[in-house]
């Protein structure tokens, strides 16, 4: 798989994590705890948008073991899973298998750019969480997001911020203190400040609706919401034009 988006390090991490992508206590429950996190703001934002028609297009792109993809199709969404971890993509598709009732739901082992190039103005809604501060060369991936949505379609994306207070909770605490995301699992020089993401988008047609924060609270053990998009996490979602 070619791709200059691709960090060759991130794919080994992700490849060792694999057998425990679905264990809800395991090294990855950061992720496996924010998906449903996630999934509830899409199904809010969607909401609010229209967008709730049984059938809709979604892609999930870089989708890795399946986490948010499955709950949307569940949703009444047809989607489709996109990613170029070969590894990742066997386990979401052995565990889709367990539910017969995941039929809208198809993972293509495949770039985003690849993609993009033969499915231009497909998709109702892309999704592209926890994808960003694993790559390189981020404009191509946002790029080609937008290029798949159609006209009025959402991009929901998260990242984690390129600030230092970013690394410290995130590459320190998190993988090191509190052990919510695996070690070695996030490379600070692939973070991204949301405000760059916010350029990008604009110069690919697409209008940011809302940015905010989002942190792991070691207490309670679930994510939730803060004004800063600049210490840590951040979600945005954001409208084609």
């Not at 960090?7 to 080994?12: A, E, G, R, Y």
């Not at 939730?224 to 840590?232: R, V």
Request: hydrophobic share 35%; net charge positive; glycine share 8%.
């Amino acid at each position: 798989m070619n791709s200059s988006t691709i960090d060759d390090h991130q794919m080994k991490i992700f490849d060792y994590y694999s057998s425990v992508w679905w264990n809800p206590n395991g090294p990855a429950r950061g992720l496996y705890r924010a998906s449903n996190f996630l999934f509830k703001y899409i199904k809010e934002v969607t909401s609010k948008h229209g967008l709730t028609k049984k059938g809709l297009l979604v892609l999930d792109a870089g989708c890795g073991g399946g986490l948010l993809a499955e709950p949307l199709v569940r949703h009444g969404y047809e989607v489709t899973g996109v990613d170029v971890n070969q590894t990742l993509l066997e386990v979401a598709q052995k565990h889709a298998q367990l539910d017969p009732l995941l039929k809208n739901l198809t993972y293509k082992l495949e770039t985003i750019e690849d993609h993009a190039a033969n499915n231009a103005a497909k998709y109702d809604i892309v999704v592209l969480t926890f994808v960003l501060q694993h790559i390189r060369h981020h404009e191509i991936i946002l790029q080609n997001c937008a290029k798949l949505l159609k006209p009025g379609g959402l991009l929901f994306l998260t990242s984690a911020a390129k600030t230092y207070t970013s690394w410290f909770r995130i590459s320190l605490l998190g993988a090191y203190c509190y052990k919510y995301v695996p070690i070695g699992s996030h490379n600070w020089y692939n973070f991204i400040s949301a405000r760059d993401v916010e350029e990008i988008l604009k110069r690919s047609n697409c209008v940011v609706n809302e940015t905010k924060g989002f942190y792991y609270s070691i207490l309670s053990g679930n994510w939730d919401w803060y004004g800063n998009p600049d210490g840590g996490y951040y979600s945005m979602y954001a409208t084609k034009m």
